[in-house]
């Protein structure tokens, strides 16, 4: 039986950033582990802002993410590692390295107005013999015609597939459809999908896209990702069992491996709190939650007041910096308006 | 003192932009600009302010070297590799203002005065100019065991060279923020973002603090950096004062305390593109004080 599409799961990399990019090497042995012998074919390990990522700006890794990568190569018998990049954050070495390493796909991500600044690292991960994949974030904020655009960029560029990315999980069945429609269209190389759940869509979005075509399918088990969390690998393998969709991959087994390997990483995954859905509601990129949480603590503003400023400035994903500016900035208008009474 | 007569290769908005830059300045003439493209509307804005203007590309430049002292290069990082061994076989001193990182790179609130002699002086990149100043203020009052910079400037500022040269950027301004910066590790990002209308040039500077520093110290040394700055760029300014946080950071320099996070701002001069291009003008500004030293310097 062949699968309908190609599954990636992301726990060991969108997952990255629901646990503050604190992952260990256990952590990744174990979950490389269960996915691999649960049938899953691609597995993706870095820091949740790509390669380079470790950061002020987006958080310091608890352990080196080449660690985290080789012991993921290690631990994976048949399933392929892959890597996230986004240019302007890693370089070009950090894909050499990698390579080196046993890493078998390299997924290089940029806005989904942005395509050209990935055309060097692209090119490059074909040269290193690795599958390239183009990941073009924040795919809600422009309409299918300008999308497909940017992926023909990307294929002309050598990706082997391009995926529209719902990285505020803002989209609602009918947009993720459109997209994924417009790509099949216009492509010739295969189109992937990665949802997140913010309202609460990310594993309808995925089926939706299914009927449309799409050939490759992203999921984190128990949804363990950036803001809301993603497309939970293991529902929506079970899911597609139940719709008829061939998937390769037994999903008692995988739900074992959410329970015994995942789910106590981050025991309160799966609940979308007002904070997550106002991300999906208002279209700002997932992985500011935490952020915004810390900043709000920090500098004493509402976290909701900061998501939605962030929505209404269009900030794109890696603007993190912005959230510290958007934090200051509504402790002194909040200051200039507070009564000047004992 | 006759002018430094000087040619810009490269007719894009960097040198486009430089190219009106340069018709203010009392030490350099801009006497030639070299495109490659017959169709580039720097070409044709050089021509309409009655500079030389030509794409026949950097091979007309050294059949005319004699014409010229000094050339800027505002193309991208491996032209520049291509042509900066000619160049300085011609005698041509070179004002590199892309990434290529051949001489040495010149900040020149920082250390303008270091080089002026060297046959190639390298400017970074735009967001190595709008953040290296603040990394050596911190750096002149406490130790910076790790800097980092977010640049993000507007996609429509953003041309091809420059897309193109993302990585370079990265690698460059990282690596300025330690040799000229003075931090012990340094990371550059870069982003672009397409929001209408465009966003004026933002950085974001994050300085890993010593033991024992004073806040104000380190808030008096990075007003008095953004002031000078501010004397040759007119658009660059803090957005908020600079924001002390106080945690355990375990930063590639080691585990810090504290950090100061300083937010600016660079509105450009509008001389080419609007002012959101901030990026543009502190990259052409910079290029233009360090070539009036050179000048000076003759």
């Known amino acids: ?342 | 003192m006759s002018r430094m007569r000087c040619a810009i290769v490269g007719s894009g908005n960097i040198g486009t932009d430089l190219l009106y830059k340069l018709q203010r300045s009392d030490a350099l003439e801009a006497a030639a600009m070299v495109g490659i493209d017959p169709d580039s509307e720097g070409l044709a804005r050089a021509a309409a302010e009655g500079v030389e203007a030509t794409s026949e590309g950097p091979g007309w430049l050294l059949g005319h070297a004699n014409r010229f002292d000094l050339v800027f290069e505002a193309t991208s990082a491996w032209v520049h590799r291509a042509n900066a061994p000619r160049y300085r076989e011609a005698g041509l001193t070179a004002i590199d203002l892309t990434p290529a990182k051949l001489g040495p790179l010149v900040v020149p609130p920082v250390n303008l005065d270091a080089h002026l002699d060297a046959p190639n002086l390298n400017l970074i990149t735009c967001g190595g100019q709008a953040t290296v100043p603040i990394v050596a203020a911190v750096a002149a009052v406490v130790p910076v065991p790790y800097a980092e910079i977010v640049s993000t400037v507007s996609s429509v500022s953003a041309g091809p060279g420059t897309r193109q040269n993302i990585d370079e950027f990265t690698k460059t301004t990282s690596a300025s923020l330690v040799e000229v910066g003075g931090a012990d590790h340094g990371k550059a990002i870069m982003i672009l973002n397409p929001a209408e209308p465009p966003i004026l040039m933002r950085n974001t500077v994050f300085c890993a603090l010593g033991d024992g520093y004073d806040r104000d110290e380190v808030a008096d040394s990075i007003t008095e950096m953004v002031r000078i700055v501010a004397s040759y760029v007119p658009g660059y300014r803090l957005k908020a004062e600079p924001v002390f946080d106080e945690d355990l950071f375990r930063t590639p320099g080691g585990d810090v305390k504290a950090r100061v996070v300083v937010l600016l701002e660079v509105e450009g001069a509008a001389d080419y593109l609007p002012p959101y291009a901030g990026n543009l003008d502190i990259m052409t500004a910079s290029a233009v004080r360090v070539a009036e030293a050179v000048a000076a310097a003759r």
């Not at chain 1, 997932?286 to 509402?302: D, N, Q």
Request: aromatic share 4%.
């Open chain 1, 1 to 342: 039986m062949t699968a309908a599409f190609r599954l990636t799961d992301s726990t060991l990399r969108d997952g990255s950033h629901a646990v503050a990019h604190q992952l260990t090497e256990d952590q990744v042995r174990r979950v490389v582990a269960g996915l691999d012998a649960a049938g899953v074919p691609v597995i993706e390990v870095t820091h949740g802002d790509g390669l380079g990522g470790s950061s002020f700006n987006y958080g310091f890794s608890h352990t080196n993410e080449m660690n985290l990568i080789r012991t993921a190569v290690e631990a994976a018998v048949d399933s392929k590692i892959a890597v996230l990049m986004l240019p302007g954050i890693g370089v070009k070495d950090d894909l050499r390295r990698v390579a080196g390493m046993g890493v078998r796909v390299a997924r290089v991500a940029t806005h989904c107005t942005e395509a050209d600044i990935s055309e060097q690292h692209i090119a490059l991960a074909k040269e290193l013999g690795m599958e390239a994949v183009g990941f073009l974030m924040m795919s809600h904020m422009i309409e299918p015609e300008a999308l497909l655009h940017q992926a023909r960029l990307m294929e002309s560029y050598g990706a082997d597939v391009v995926y529209t990315v719902d990285s505020a999980g803002a989209m609602t069945i009918d947009d993720a459809r459109r997209r994924v429609a417009a790509l099949k269209d216009g492509l010739s190389c295969q189109v992937g999908i990665h949802a997140h759940n913010n309202l609460s869509l990310a594993v309808a979005n995925s089926l939706a896209a299914l009927e449309e075509g799409v050939d490759q399918i992203d999921g984190c088990m128990t949804g363990l990702g950036a803001g809301a969390g993603n497309c939970p690998t293991e529902i929506l393998v079970a899911a597609c069992e139940k719709t008829g969709w061939e998937t390769g991959i037994d999903p008692i087994s995988l739900i074992e491996v959410a329970d015994r390997a995942v789910r106590p990483i981050r025991p309160e995954q799966g609940v979308i709190d007002g904070d997550g859905l106002l991300l999906g509601y208002a279209g700002v990129y997932g992985s500011f939650l935490l952020h915004a949480k810390r900043a709000a603590e920090r500098y004493g503003v509402p976290t909701r007041d900061i998501l939605l400023e962030l929505g209404e400035r269009r900030v794109v994903g890696g603007q993190e910096d912005m959230i510290i500016d958007v934090a200051m900035e509504l402790q002194r208008r909040a200051a200039a308006v507070q009564p000047a009474v004992a």
